[in-house]
């Protein structure tokens, strides 16, 4: 155990260091050798520490900001007189309605070929929403400026899924609501998600099904987007049915683990 | 990444962070805050460096800092539209990260294996070998570091390697200015005693101020 005095005096050293000393403090380190010693002692950690560590490679770096921008929730709407922009959002809503309707009859029309030729193909009952230019388009500005979580997804990939029918649910207003969903933290393993989930306040967990307005969310039917990860390493969306962790890849919304809850 | 593909390229180099320009921050603070993603890109890229270098410290290991730094970046998106420009931008990065990294030592907690040695309580080196000598050892470092508990560590890490003042500090870890001066002094003075012998000793906590 150290003597206390030292313990004082290696904090009048160290704030003399930071420059942090009182006019008093510091004629009484420059009248001390010994105070003197250890102010330069003191210097050879703080430059050791100072010296440039190990920097992050530019693929670690780049990964990161990819991940965190995937997270980015969609900005407020700007506040906007409403009689100037009625026009333009009564002609959103009608194209909304009319690219819902396609991409509903899309994906029926996909589900009933794929059912007809090899039987249905949900795997893992993963399914990822239509992401048909015309849909993309329909949605206006909310949709384009939620473009962070989409930028991170790749536009293929779309074939080995199959195309939802959840765009029925993307109406104007839905897309304007949306946001994205919570992130939770890391996990690396069964226990830390249900650590994650388990922290989770049940006012976080969205009372409604995954939302769908990004053009390339994902969407687990009948589960709910309980919130966003890092699982070992990847971001990821986690969806939760009949007491029953999904958790989907954001980048492609392929199913990387099922954690039972209980 | 991090524990399951270790970014081995985190060797690599080693560099200074780029100075931190305020205005510029707010500039892009205020940009990101509505919706501007090249913006918020931008300030991601700008304090990647200084976020990195501190969980690296703190955390001890390339891996670990990069899930933690990840981690914090990700917070850092998320809290966004609710910075409010109070501290500055910069410090309150400092505060994000700090708890990010914080959380990522308390999942290495509950991953430590028993029975097999962890980073904590690493003995001091050889008294013989001079101080200025051992500090440049980088693992020497790392394990005096780890050495520190970690209230010590954090207020010496956000002064010698972020470059905070104390009150920056104090706000950053929300005690008074004088714990943080207590703090940074005795983390000082265990890391001396850990590298060069120098009055070996434990450390040990400082009595709480008001």
């Known amino acids: 155990m150290s003597d206390p005095s030292d313990d004082q005096r290696d904090e009048l050293a160290s704030a003399y260091l930071d420059g942090d000393a009182t006019p008093a403090e510091r004629a009484q380190v420059e009248a001390d050798p010994a105070l003197v010693r250890r102010v330069a002692e003191l210097g050879v950690v703080r430059a050791a520490l100072g010296a440039p560590g190990p920097s992050a490679g530019a693929e670690t770096r780049d990964r990161a900001i990819t991940a965190a921008l995937a997270t980015a929730s969609p900005p407020a709407a700007t506040v906007t007189p409403i009689d100037r922009h009625r026009s333009s959002r009564r002609a959103l809503v009608v194209l909304g309605a009319a690219a819902a309707a396609v991409a509903v009859i899309a994906a029926v029309a996909v589900v009933a070929t794929r059912s007809s030729n090899t039987g249905t193909s949900t795997s893992a009952g993963v399914s990822t929403t239509a992401r048909a230019a015309g849909s993309t388009a329909s949605f206006g500005p909310e949709t384009q400026s939620a473009g962070a979580a989409t930028s991170a997804a790749p536009t293929g990939g779309v074939s080995s899924t199959t195309v939802a029918a959840s765009a029925a649910g993307r109406d104007a207003s839905a897309a304007a609501a949306t946001s994205a969903p919570p992130y939770l933290g890391v996990a690396d393993d069964d226990s830390e998600l249900r650590a994650l989930l388990g922290a989770t306040s049940a006012s976080a967990v969205s009372p409604l099904p995954a939302p769908a307005s990004a053009a390339n969310s994902c969407t687990v039917p009948g589960a709910t987007l309980v919130g966003t990860v890092t699982w070992q390493g990847t971001l990821a969306h986690v969806f939760v049915a009949n007491g029953v962790a999904t958790v989907i890849q954001v980048s492609d919304c392929r199913p990387i683990a099922t954690v039972p809850l209980t | ?210």
């Open chain 2, 1 to 210: 990444l991090g524990r399951n593909s270790p970014p081995t390229e985190t060797q690599a180099t080693a560099r200074y962070p780029e100075p931190i320009d305020a205005a510029a921050d707010a500039e892009l603070v205020v940009a990101a805050q509505g919706g501007d993603e090249a913006a918020l890109d931008a300030l991601l890229r700008a304090h990647y460096d200084r976020v990195y270098a501190l969980c690296r410290r703190i955390t001890g290991n390339d891996a670990d800092a990069a899930d933690a730094a990840q981690d914090a970046l990700i917070s850092i998106v998320r809290g966004l539209p609710r910075f409010d420009g109070r501290s500055s931008f910069a410090t309150w990065v400092y505060r994000v990260t700090s708890n990010a990294c914080l959380d990522e030592l308390r999942r290495r907690r509950r991953r430590a294996v028993p029975g097999l040695p962890d980073h904590e309580g690493s003995e001091p080196t050889d008294p013989t070998v001079p101080l200025d000598t051992t500090v440049t050892d980088r693992f020497t470092l790392d394990e005096a570091l780890a050495g520190l508990p970690e209230d010590y560590r954090l207020a010496v890490v956000l002064r010698d390697v972020a470059d905070l003042d104390y009150a920056e500090i104090a706000s950053v870890l929300d005690i008074p200015p004088g714990t943080v001066r207590s703090r940074i002094a005795r983390g000082r003075a265990a890391l001396a005693a850990s590298l060069g012998g120098n009055r070996a000793s434990p450390p040990r906590r400082p009595t709480p101020q008001p």
